[in-house]
């Protein structure tokens, strides 16, 4: 099975500072058909996981531009440009490039 | 607008069963690949199962292999979860997902004498 492994697990963050989470992977995540398949998930308190980034750097239908993916291979980032207080929650990278799918641990997001 | 509404889920006993489903509506469901993912109490995400969208083919993790079975029915466009033996670390919120795409609001499943 493929391990992902999220730095930090929890984070405080000034409004309107940047924030940054790093995920990292047991093994290239690069698809047979050349793509890589790795998402961020965002899961506010209560909520279900909600989709941000797809295929490593891609927004999803909705996010805001403040939220931006990077990375290849084994490593990759997410960052906030400038947090908002709506950006309280938990973040995951999963992966989808192959079975079974799996998730990081989790980086806990907090506004000082 | 996508939606994925799961129900079915409540308190079993150890060694018992349910069937969770989730109504799909907003896309065309036998188009897509679907998923059950759990998460326990406080805990992280895990992958439970996927099925193909011909409901020909079909995956389970490890931890519930031989005892859960993925199902789904298109012209309903319904998605099953069908546990069996289940558990105390069986007790999870199960949610249905398009793969990372789409979640529904999710079902909590508590195993529990």
């Known amino acids: 099975d493929i391990v992902m492994t999220q730095i930090p697990l929890s984070s405080v963050v000034t409004l309107g500072q940047p924030a940054s989470i790093s995920c990292r992977s047991s093994?290239?995540?690069?698809?047979?058909?050349?793509?890589?398949?790795l998402s961020w998930l965002q899961q506010r308190p209560g909520q279900p996981p909600r989709l941000l980034i797809y295929?490593?750097?891609n927004r999803f239908s909705g996010v805001p531009d403040r939220f931006s993916g990077s990375g290849a291979g084994t490593d990759f980032t997410l960052k906030i440009s400038r947090v908002e207080a709506e950006d309280v929650g938990v973040y995951y990278c999963t992966q989808t490039t192959q079975l079974p799918y799996t998730f990081g641990q989790g980086t806990k997001l907090e506004i000082k | 607008e996508v939606q994925l509404v799961e129900s079915g889920g409540g308190l079993v006993q150890p060694g018992g069963s349910l069937r969770l489903s989730c109504a799909a509506s907003?896309?065309?469901?036998?188009?897509?690949?679907m998923n059950w993912v759990r998460q326990a109490p406080g805990k992280g995400l895990e992958w439970v199962s996927e099925v193909s969208g011909s409901g020909g083919t079909t995956y389970y993790a490890d931890s519930v292999k031989g005892r859960f079975t993925i199902s789904r029915d298109n012209s309903k466009n319904t998605l099953y979860l069908q546990m069996n033996s289940l558990r105390a670390e069986d007790t999870a919120v199960y949610f249905c997902?398009?793969?990372?795409?789409?979640w529904g609001q999710g079902t909590l499943v508590t195993v529990s004498s």
């Open positions: 295929k490593v750097s």
């Open positions: 093994q290239s995540l690069v698809h047979s058909d050349g793509t890589t398949y």
């Open positions: 907003g896309f065309i469901f036998s188009n897509y690949d």
């Open positions: 997902a398009t793969g990372p795409t789409n």
